[in-house]
């Protein structure tokens, strides 16, 4: 046998043990994205983090529970500009429904459309927002509005009383969804002069992180932000109407804001953050 025979045999051995144990290992342990269906969403751990496309949400055969995923939506992208969004998946059976609304607590139970796939599942992706200064209620009621009447969610059984003589489904919204949006945020005036401005910076490694800029003078044992518990460094100031330019220091290092408003240069710093409070 010549050398490249050798060669040959060990790739398709290779190959043929990959397709092995691809097709073999049973589902709900090995998973891609192109293999997701409803028997594997059950099966799995409710806090596992999945990737669907919208060929899976039309190929879902049953209602599951209410999960935080990472949808490739190639369909819609030219909406917003992305192709992969992320939110919780709420779906709801019902094969006769010729129009299903999502309401929830969130907005006050404005409707949301739900789209049916060829098997008679409806579903609806509720956008993971970044909240500013306050951190929205981990507790979501909601429901579904069929054909004008109002259903909780039979694939679970977390809901309440809903004080009108029937139920309303709850989902307690976990980290990933509840993100908080980065960078600088004018929360409003602080005085007659003055604004409340937020800084808010993610380094869940660092030690300590101190906000310096043209406001305190480049000084970084002025202004020291203090640690979440989700890893985001933030300090509230209150500054007049102006222009300003910062940077971060975290731990030995100076860092440039992640999401700056705007970029300007520093004839010592370099790149640095710029805002304007008008």
Known sequence: MNNRMQAKIPRQLFFYVTLFLFLAIPAGRFVTIFGYNSDILTQGEKSDTKTYSQRHLQNLRQSVFPRYIHLIDTQNSGMNGTILQSGVLFTYKNYQAREVYFISSLDRYKKHKMYRNSRGVWYYLLPRTEYESKQPEKTVRYKYVVDGLYVHDTSHDQYEDDRAGGLISLYYLDSDY???????????????????????FYAPNARYVSLIGSFNNWDSGLDRMQRTKDGYFEIVKSLPEGEYVYLYRVDETIEIDKKPPELKYHPVYGRVGYFNIK
């Open 178 to 200: 509840m993100k908080p949006k980065e960078g600088i945020l004018v929360l409003g005036d602080d005085t007659q002069d003055n604004r409340k401005v937020l800084f808010r």
